[in-house]
């Protein structure tokens, strides 16, 4: 079958797309800017990734008529305080396109929805599986509650405050119940939706064996990582403290965070159907959620990530916007030394932020990180989503990927922290030598007195990096 595929650079898109291949189907993946697609997919003989933006109707004509199954995966969450219209808008869109297809089947991924007091994202998600529905085609609709995955953001937020807080006083929200899923059984409903009819105009909850509050979640996270937690929960804190207490202590942003507030004080219990007979899946406990979870981690094998979404961070626009690094009207601090081992440098390089830290004064980093934070920016605390390679659009700490090469020795980063400008680093080896560049083009007189302001740090810290950087171990 050809299958168009939404959301193809998001966390569910990532991993259906080796599953489905795997299958043999071919692709159409939609995306917002090729610069983010890995190679390896935009090479791919069954693979046609096309760039569209669905909340422009205009851009959809790229987008092939002769689609047999698509899958509806996109959502606005974090993006904008105003979702609830851009989810709509884009819904309306391609629904809109698809009636010009010869789409048979839409596949989309909902939130469970059985609360008389829907959260503004559960109530949108509903507001979606209503629009997509048609006549002329069929809608398989899976809602899920919390999924349980390496990367998801659910699973990211539960980890953060679990393994950094010994004691918690935590908001009342708390004691609401849920039904976590893990990712794989996600992926299962999905794929083997495929085609059949016996699920065709139809809508399910999917959902896990265990009925558990989000204390419960994190006291049993903490059993599976060995560790002893205490849980205090207090009726004070109101949904602005929640959603700040989010932000402060996770790798959230505070939109985010808001948004998540507000659905966690909603409980998520799924209705009862025959799906799991109907598709053969046998849904696992959260704790085996978590703990193959971990082995996906430990193997470095994350195949996607919530921080993936340039929405994680400051990006509104495509990648490719900022690739072109400006020479004029900025500040500059460049510097080159001798490569005594180019694939050691180059290794080093790949490997910089995360856990690695940056070679030199990482403390420094950290305290800037930590000031990101309290003035509302992403700080540190996203790392990197895999320790050994990086692809355009990844995060890395406070900086997104804007470019990654090994053959041209060439990386390129772009700031994401709060800053009265835009900045660049750049990292590139040639003729024997490293170019370490830092650009900054200030915005305003407040830019310019950033730029003095940190320039003594600015010789420390990149003089001490790009010495590192170039020395055999």
């Known amino acids: 079958m050809r299958i168009l595929l939404t959301g193809a650079t998001g966390y569910i898109g990532k991993r259906l797309i080796p599953i489905l291949l795997e299958m043999g189907h071919s692709l159409v993946c939609c995306v917002r800017d090729k610069q983010r697609v890995p190679e390896e997919i935009i090479a791919h003989d069954r693979i046609d990734v096309i760039e569209v933006d669905f909340l422009n109707l205009r851009s959809l004509y790229r987008i092939p008529t002769d689609i047999d199954v698509a899958y509806y995966l996109i959502h606005s969450m974090s993006s904008s305080m105003k979702f609830e219209k851009l989810e709509s808008d884009c819904a309306v869109h391609f629904k809109t396109y698809m009636l010009k297809t010869k789409v048979k089947q839409v596949i989309y991924l909902s939130g469970i929805v059985n609360d008389q007091q829907l959260s ?37 937020i539960i980890r953060d405050l679990t393994e950094k807080l010994p004691i918690m006083v935590a908001p009342k929200w708390i004691k609401t119940k849920s039904q976590p899923i893990a990712i794989r059984n996600v992926l299962e409903y999905l ?58 202590i996770t790798t959230t942003s505070y939109k985010l965070a808001k948004n998540l507030v507000d659905s966690m004080k909603v409980e998520v219990i799924g209705k009862q159907s025959n ?143 709060r800053l009265p400008g835009e900045a660049w680093l750049e990292f590139k080896i040639e003729n024997d030598q490293l170019l370490q560049r830092a650009i900054f083009r200030p915005k305003g007189i407040w830019g310019r007195l950033y730029w003095y302001a940190v320039l003594p740090f600015h010789g420390f810290i990149f003089n001490g990096m790009i010495n590192k950087l170039v020395k055999k171990d």
């Open 275 to 417: 799906i799991n007979e109907i598709l053969d899946i046998q849904p696992m406990s959260y704790k085996e959620a978590v703990q193959k979870a971990f082995i996906k981690i430990e193997q470095n094998s994350v195949v996607s990530s919530w921080k993936d979404s340039l929405i994680s961070g400051r990006f509104r626009e495509k990648i490719s916007r900022y690739i072109k690094v400006p020479e004029y009207g900025c500040f500059k601090d460049i510097k080159r030394r001798k490569v005594i081992d180019e694939q050691q440098t180059i290794d080093k390089i790949w490997a910089i932020g995360g856990t690695n830290g940056w070679y030199y004064a990482t403390y420094l980093w950290k305290i800037r990180g930590y000031l990101d934070k309290m003035f509302g920016g992403i700080g540190l605390r996203r790392g990197r989503r895999d320790q050994k390679t990086l692809n355009a659009g990844d995060p890395l700490d406070f900086w997104r990927v804007l470019y990654a090469n090994k053959e041209e020795k060439r990386l390129l980063l772009f700031a994401e922290m």
């Open 120 to 156: 503004k994202h559960l109530q949108s998600r509903k507001n979606v599986e209503n629009i997509l529905a048609s006549k002329s085609y069929a809608l398989t609709t899976f809602r899920a509650g919390i999924i349980v995955g390496s990367g998801s953001a659910s699973f990211e």
């Open 191 to 248: 794929t083997k939706a495929i085609g059949n009819e016996k699920v065709q105009n139809q809508s399910y909850d999917i959902f896990g064996p265990d009925t558990l509050t989000y204390k419960d979640m994190m006291l049993q996270f903490a059993e599976v990582r060995k560790l002893k937690r205490t849980i205090i929960s207090v009726p004070v804190m109101t949904p602005k403290l929640s959603s700040y207490w989010l932000y402060f």
